[in-house]
Structures are given as structure tokens and as C-alpha cells.
């Protein structure tokens, strides 16, 4: 080999190892036809063709690996057939390859929304604000974020911002008036969904939110704005799930019913639906339906207390002391210092005639909670049926001295003393118990203190 011929191949070596030490591939990749694909797959994504979306982009990504374009064009199309763990891979790889790829931020802070995770949404969309100080849909979605996350009061800066921008997006509007509710300031969300509906006068989520708001007032209209979020959208099982509470509310429970019932066809997840609706049974009376539905409310959430508690009262209606007994054990090993469900397990003992039993729950409920007037009443009331008479006035008395207008622990004092004999000082206590309101006491005394 020549002198000449030594020197060029040396420094070609040089410049090739020159280009890989600065990070500029040695051979280049064609550039032009991965943009041709993802071209083509972008037309896939409109027809909503996305698995032949994603075959087009790979296929670009397999032309040009360092093309942060395709990576984030495939991430949206792994976005929308909800493979969202593959869709943060591709995005976060657009962002390594482009810091400046806003579409990347956006796309992949839309992503955690999508997956809930909340507070690496808000870091995205920042990065987002950054590049594009005026990207509207970056604020409201932010804000949008900080109001799962509880973060109102600049959820609220985030949502005006937005509202500045662009003051005509019926969905800014609408969740500014979420804010607001969650702010507390409820009179002025009603001018937030006003606004949102005047802008969309089909927009079912805003008739139903103004309906809530308008419930929270005690304003009319709830009912009529209920109905028509589900005229407008007649799978929004929410909506039927608010209008059956405020039927509830107006003890038309049929009706509440029906619309639980609605909502659980649609959505058959939700525990409160089933709650709910036991609770529209119960007070028709149909204790067993209540039960049943109760019991899915446990299955589908076995860890909220209130349905134990709620299932325990019915069982004990129903007979079913060993079932009632055995959901209030559950809420005592959860929740060891809580007075109320020693106050049940003792009244379903009072029930079942074990008065001792009964006395040691109350006696624990009050260890709990010893300024409770009620616990007091009751715990005296067993005392007088096991014929305790004087530890039945003992705790007639504390009852009274915590509440000096307690009419019922007036009127049990007044029975006890009637049963032992002391008519003059029994009289003058019903006496005192008609006076503050007990609707037996005055006629109890018409009869026996003429």
C-alpha cells in the first residue's frame, strides 16, 4: 500500500470515529421515507385505523430511529387503543430524542390523566406551558388535573388562565363551575354552567353539575336539569344516579328505583348505586331487597364501614342477630375505639333479651364517648328493663346534666319513678318532658297524675 493511499484510508478511519464520538450516525438513515409513513399513518388515525396506524409508524421508526416525530405519532395511536404503558414509553422516547416536542409532553400528560396519575400530568403539561406560554388545552387540562388532586385554588388560576385565552370553550366554563363548588363558592359555579350551556345547549354534564349545585342551594330546578342531562345522554348513569337520591330525598322511592336501577344496568361497578337503592327499599320497607343490594355494596367495596353498619340495622330487623352481630365484630376489629358500633352490638344484644352483654357495650361506648347525652338514655333504658331501677335514674340524671333538655331521658326517668312508686316526683318529671317537646309524656301524666 502507497504512502498516499495509507494517509486516506487513516483519516477516513479518523473522521468515522470522529462522527460516532460527537453522536452523528456514521451512515445516514432515509429521513424522507419514514416521514412518508408517518404521513400515510396519520391518515390511518383518522379513519381510526389505529393498529394500521402503528404498523405504519414502526415502520418509520425502523427507517429513521432517531425520528422523535414517529415515536410520538405512535404513542397517540397506543393512546387511543388504551396500551397506555406503551404509550408513555413512546412519548417519553420522543422527549429524549426532542426536548422541544411539545405534542410529546402534552401527549403523554393526557396519558397519565388516562391512567390517573395526576401529578406527573401537571409536571408534563408545565413543560408543555414552557414551550407554548399561550397552549390553551395545556391550562384546562392542568387545571383539570389539580382538581383531582384536590389543588383548587390553582386549579382555579390554571382554568382562567384558559378562560382568557379562549373565553368560548363550553368544557372551561363547566369545569370552572366544578372549582367553584369545590371552593365552597356555589352561588357563582351557577354562572359558570349558565354560560357553559349557553354556549352548548346540549351539554349533559353541565345540566347535571348545575343540577347538583342547585340541590346544594335548595334551589328548584335540580329535578328538571337531572332530566335533561339524560335526555341529552341516555347512558349518564350519574345523572340517573342523582336524580334517584333526590327522589329519594322526596321519598318517591319507586322512582328512585327506577333510576338506581338505570344506573346500575349502565354502570354495574359503582357501590353507591347499590347503596342507594337499599336505602330507597328499606324505606319502602322491603328489607330484603335492601339487604341484598347491601351485600353488593360490601362486594364491590368491603372496606366502607357505613354499609356494615347499614347491614347490621337491617339483619337485626330481619331476625338475623348472628348476621348483625358478626358485621359489627368486623367493624370493631377495624375500628376498635369506635363508640357507635359498641352502641349497636349492644342494642342487638338488648334485642336478644342479654341485658349483661348489652350493659358492657354501653358501658365501652361511653368509656369512648362519655359526654354523649343518648348513650347515657339508652344504657338507662337497660338498665330499667334488667330492673336496675336506681342505676336506671343514675344515668336518666348524667343524661340530663349533659343535655338539660333532653325530653326523652325526662320522660324514662319519669316512667322509672312511675314504676317504683314515686308518683309525685314521676309527674312532675313528665311533666317537664311534655314541656320540652315528647309527644307521650302529657298524656302518660293525664292518666296517671289526675
Same mark, same amino acid.
Given at each position: 500500500?502507497?504512502l498516499?493511499t495509507?494517509c486516506?484510508?487513516g483519516?477516513?478511519? *479518523? !473522521?468515522?470515529?470522529l462522527?460516532?464520538?460527537?453522536?452523528?450516525?456514521?451512515?445516514?438513515?432515509?429521513?424522507?421515507?419514514?416521514e412518508a !409513513?408517518?404521513?400515510?399513518?396519520?391518515?390511518?388515525?383518522?379513519?381510526?385505523r389505529?393498529?394500521?396506524?402503528?404498523k405504519? +409508524?414502526?415502520?418509520?421508526?425502523?427507517? &429513521?430511529?432517531?425520528?422523535?416525530?414517529a415515536?410520538?405519532?405512535?404513542?397517540?395511536?397506543?393512546q387511543a387503543?388504551k396500551?397506555?404503558?406503551?404509550?408513555?414509553? /413512546?412519548?417519553?422516547?420522543?422527549i429524549?430524542?426532542?426536548h422541544?416536542?411539545?405534542a410529546?409532553?402534552?401527549?403523554?400528560?393526557f396519558t397519565?390523566?388516562?391512567?390517573? &396519575?395526576?401529578? $406527573?400530568?401537571i409536571?408534563?403539561?408545565?413543560?408543555?406551558?414552557?414551550?407554548?406560554?399561550?397552549?390553551?388545552?395545556?391550562?384546562?387540562?392542568?387545571?383539570?388535573?389539580k382538581?383531582?388532586?384536590?389543588d383548587f385554588?390553582?386549579?382555579?388560576?390554571d382554568?382562567?388562565?384558559?378562560?382568557?385565552?379562549?373565553?368560548?370553550?363550553p368544557?372551561?366554563?363547566?369545569?370552572?363551575?366544578?372549582?367553584?363548588?369545590a !371552593?365552597?363558592?356555589v352561588?357563582?359555579?351557577l354562572?359558570?354552567?349558565n354560560?357553559?350551556?349557553?354556549?352548548n345547549p346540549? +351539554?349533559?354534564?353541565a345540566?347535571?353539575?348545575?343540577g347538583?349545585?342547585?340541590?346544594?342551594?335548595?334551589?328548584d330546578g335540580? !329535578?328538571a $336539569?337531572?332530566?335533561?342531562?339524560?335526555?341529552?345522554?341516555a347512558n349518564?348513569?350519574?345523572?340517573?344516579?342523582s336524580?334517584?337520591?333526590?327522589?329519594?330525598?322526596?321519598?318517591?322511592?319507586?322512582?328512585?328505583?327506577? &333510576?338506581?336501577?338505570?344506573?346500575?344496568?349502565?354502570?354495574?361497578?359503582d357501590?353507591?348505586?347499590?347503596?342507594?337503592?337499599?336505602?330507597?327499599?328499606?324505606q319502602?320497607?322491603d328489607l330484603?331487597?335492601?339487604?341484598?343490594?347491601l $351485600?353488593?355494596?360490601?362486594?364491590?367495596?368491603g372496606?366502607?364501614?357505613?354499609?356494615?353498619?347499614?347491614?347490621?340495622?337491617?339483619? *337485626?330487623?330481619l331476625?338475623?342477630?348472628?348476621?348483625a352481630?358478626?358485621?359489627?365484630?368486623?367493624?370493631i376489629?377495624?375500628?376498635p375505639?369506635?363508640?357507635?358500633?359498641?352502641?349497636?352490638?349492644?342494642?342487638?344484644?338488648?334485642?336478644k333479651?342479654?341485658?349483661? *352483654?348489652?350493659?358492657?357495650?354501653f358501658?365501652?361506648a361511653?368509656?369512648?364517648?362519655p359526654?354523649?347525652?343518648?348513650?347515657?338514655?339508652?344504657?338507662?333504658?337497660?338498665?330499667?328493663k334488667?330492673?336496675?331501677?336506681?342505676g336506671?335514674?343514675? /344515668?336518666? /340524671?348524667?343524661?340530663?346534666?349533659?343535655?338539660?333538655?333532653?325530653?326523652?331521658a325526662?320522660?324514662?326517668k319519669?316512667?322509672?319513678?312511675? +314504676?317504683?312508686g314515686?308518683? $309525685?316526683?314521676?309527674?312532675?318529671t313528665?311533666?317537664?318532658?311534655?314541656e320540652y317537646?315528647?309527644?307521650?309524656?302529657?298524656?302518660i301524666?293525664?292518666?296517671y297524675?289526675s
Open positions: 500500500m502507497s498516499v495509507k486516506i484510508t483519516r477516513i478511519i *479518523g !473522521l468515522i470515529l462522527l460516532i464520538l460527537c453522536g452523528i450516525p456514521a451512515i445516514s438513515q432515509d429521513h424522507e421515507a419514514a !409513513l408517518v404521513k400515510k399513518g396519520n391518515i390511518k388515525v383518522q379513519e381510526k389505529y393498529k394500521a396506524a402503528l405504519l +409508524y414502526s415502520q418509520a421508526i425502523k427507517k &429513521d430511529e432517531a425520528y422523535a416525530l415515536y410520538e405519532k405512535r404513542a397517540e395511536a397506543y387503543l396500551k397506555y404503558s406503551l404509550a408513555i414509553k /413512546d412519548y417519553s422516547k420522543a429524549d430524542l426532542n422541544n416536542l411539545a410529546a409532553y402534552r401527549g403523554r400528560a397519565e390523566i388516562l391512567m390517573e &396519575d395526576y401529578k $406527573d400530568a409536571d408534563d403539561y408545565t413543560e408543555a406551558i414552557k414551550l407554548h406560554p399561550k397552549d390553551t388545552m395545556s391550562f384546562f387540562r392542568r387545571a383539570v388535573s382538581y383531582y388532586i384536590s385554588r390553582s386549579a382555579m388560576m382554568i382562567n388562565t384558559a378562560l382568557k385565552l379562549n373565553p368560548f370553550r368544557e372551561f366554563n363547566h369545569y370552572r363551575g366544578l372549582i367553584r363548588v !371552593l365552597k363558592d352561588k357563582k359555579s354562572k359558570d354552567y354560560k357553559a350551556l349557553r354556549l346540549r +351539554y349533559a354534564e345540566y347535571h353539575h348545575r347538583i349545585a342547585k340541590n346544594l342551594l335548595n334551589y335540580a !329535578l $336539569d337531572y332530566s335533561k342531562a339524560i335526555r341529552y345522554n349518564y348513569h350519574e345523572a340517573f344516579f336524580r334517584g337520591k333526590y327522589f329519594v330525598k322526596e321519598e318517591k322511592n319507586n322512582k328512585a328505583i327506577e &333510576d338506581f336501577t338505570k344506573a346500575i344496568k349502565i354502570y354495574s361497578k357501590e353507591n348505586y347499590f347503596a342507594q337503592r337499599a336505602l330507597a327499599h328499606e319502602n320497607k330484603k331487597s335492601a339487604l341484598k343490594d $351485600d353488593k355494596a360490601v362486594e364491590l367495596d372496606r366502607n364501614l357505613a354499609f356494615y353498619f347499614r347491614r347490621a340495622n337491617i339483619k *337485626g330487623l331476625k338475623d342477630f348472628e348476621g352481630l358478626k358485621d359489627v365484630q368486623f367493624i376489629d377495624e375500628q375505639n369506635n363508640h357507635e358500633a359498641y352502641i349497636q352490638r349492644g342494642t342487638i344484644k338488648e334485642i333479651l342479654d341485658y349483661n *352483654g348489652a350493659l358492657t357495650d358501658d365501652k361511653l368509656s369512648l364517648n359526654k354523649d347525652p343518648e348513650i347515657y338514655n339508652h344504657r338507662g333504658v337497660i338498665k330499667y334488667s330492673r336496675n331501677y336506681e336506671a335514674l343514675k /344515668d336518666f /340524671d348524667k343524661a340530663i346534666a349533659i343535655d338539660p333538655l333532653n325530653n326523652k325526662f320522660y324514662n319519669g316512667m322509672t319513678l312511675l +314504676y317504683m314515686k308518683k $309525685d316526683e314521676a309527674c312532675k313528665l311533666r317537664k318532658a311534655g317537646g315528647h309527644p307521650k309524656a302529657y298524656k301524666a293525664r292518666k297524675c
